[in-house]
């Protein structure tokens, strides 16, 4: 088939051309829109988790983009130990006010939160940062030094213009599981301080994360657990993977044969990223209209090949012998499933668990594997111990 047309897309933060098996999701989000739109009431925020490759980004980005097209203030970043989160967001803040204040030209209604978004930049020590409209400073509101109080604070003072403006304001951040404890615990007191109002002003926070993230969050402050709406995702259905296949195909005139699809299915154990990777070598290779078992086995190879090097194999040759250890003991072990540490370090010939500790940092760090709770480690990336086992053969 004409590679030109192919609908699939591969790839980290990639929209598919059908995002299957999130319309509960989605719908959730409707209704926090026009709470936040008819009654200019603000919801709890959301935490999305879920392994890598699950579609967590992509979500992030079609919530965005509603958000975006009714004219909302909106803010995206993604935390990384590289930067502290108070940086980017602020930076993002910046920009989306910018943004904003061209799409909402009553200049009088945001004086005042530029202003204060000034002191809290000034306070930050973020420089070379224009809002693009002079204002003075607004001393006394958002410059405390203490992020936490600042972050609530400014995002009270923009809540207030949302209700004024009747729109919302939506701020998300990615990889949130990479922010250091401070920015979680900074995170926390701001969301925290928004759904204390009477009636909470209508600013959403949705984070999304390894599946990691809500035990962080609980760590950076007790109350988290019922701070957040926690919105796990995780593999898609049979149903969900068949329209993920069929629908970008229909809509071009191709099809599935039964046995090809069942083929699809197999190889896509509803894991998304593997979805998009079938559908686009099959689509490559295929001479079509109607996709046949031939194409699926030639195509599932080469999606097969692409995984491999792209997600596994180079995860892989980040470790060293000794976490390379670590992670065949977990794949030989339990499989996909999460690992006690204790068994892992008998397992191995370990006298204490401590023996792992250092391995177990470094590969968590690295981003290989994560713990699910307190005492186990997982991988983070499905099909993950299947590679595994294979290189130690
Ligand atoms: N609901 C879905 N249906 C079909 N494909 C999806 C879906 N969600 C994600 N994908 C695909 O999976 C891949 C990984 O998505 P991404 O959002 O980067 O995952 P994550 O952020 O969780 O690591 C992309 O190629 C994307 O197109
Ligand atoms: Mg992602």
């Known amino acids: ?7 699939f897309r591969p790839g980290a933060g990639r929209r598919p051309p059908v995002l299957a098996g999130r319309e509960r999701i989605l719908s ?66 910046v920009k989306a006010l910018r943004t904003a204040t061209g799409r909402h030209a009553d200049r009088s209604k945001w004086k005042r939160v530029l202003g204060v978004l000034r ?33 609530a604070a400014l995002l009270e003072v923009i809540g207030e213009a949302s209700l004024e403006f009747g729109i919302g304001t939506l701020i998300l951040v990615d990889e949130l599981q990479e922010a250091g404890t401070d920015d979680l615990e900074a995170v926390n007191m701001a969301v925290h301080s928004l759904g204390q109002a009477p009636t909470p002003l209508p600013v959403f926070f949705v984070g999304a994360g390894l599946p990691s993230l809500p035990a962080q969050l609980a760590d950076a402050a007790s109350y988290a657990e019922r701070l957040y709406v926690y919105q796990p995702i995780g593999l898609l259905s049979p149903d969900d993977v068949r329209t993920a ?18 083929a699809a299915f197999e190889l896509a154990r509803g894991y998304p990223y593997f979805v998009q990777s079938i559908g686009k070598h099959v689509w490559d290779l295929a001479a079509g209209p109607a996709f046949t078992m031939d194409d699926v086995q030639a195509g599932g190879a080469l999606a097969r090949e692409e995984i491999d090097a792209g997600l596994y194999r180079s995860r892989w ?6 976490q390379r250890r670590l992670l065949t003991g ?64």
């Open 1 to 7: 088939m004409d590679p030109v047309e192919n609908p």
């Open 245 to 262: 296949l069929v629908e970008p195909c229909e809509q071009r005139g191709v099809t599935w044969q039964e046995d090809a699809l069942a």
């Open 330 to 393: 977990m794949a030989h072990l339990k499989g996909e499933d999460p690992v006690e540490i204790g068994e892992l370090a008998a397992h191995l010939g370990k006298a204490r668990t401590s023996d792992l500790s250092v391995a177990r940092q470094e590969l968590i760090k690295k981003g290989l594997v994560y713990a699910p709770e307190r005492g186990l480690v997982a991988f983070t990336v499905p099909g993950m111990a299947d590679f595994v086992i294979a290189q130690d053969a």
């Open 119 to 151: 002191s809290f930049t000034f306070k930050l020590g973020i420089d070379g940062i224009t809002l693009g409209i002079d204002v003075d400073p607004v001393h006394g509101v958002a410059d405390s030094g203490t992020f936490g109080d600042d972050l």
């Open 28 to 93: 959730n989000f409707d209704v926090v829109v026009r709470r936040a739109e008819n009654y200019g009431e603000g919801d709890r925020s959301w935490v999305i988790n879920g392994l890598r490759g699950v579609g967590k980004t992509v979500l992030l980005n079609e919530l965005m983009s509603q958000a975006n097209a009714r004219k909302w203030i909106v803010a995206k970043v993604e935390a990384s130990t590289s930067a502290p989160l108070r940086r980017v967001l602020a930076t993002e803040l």
């Open 317 to 322: 040759e980040r470790a060293t012998t000794a």
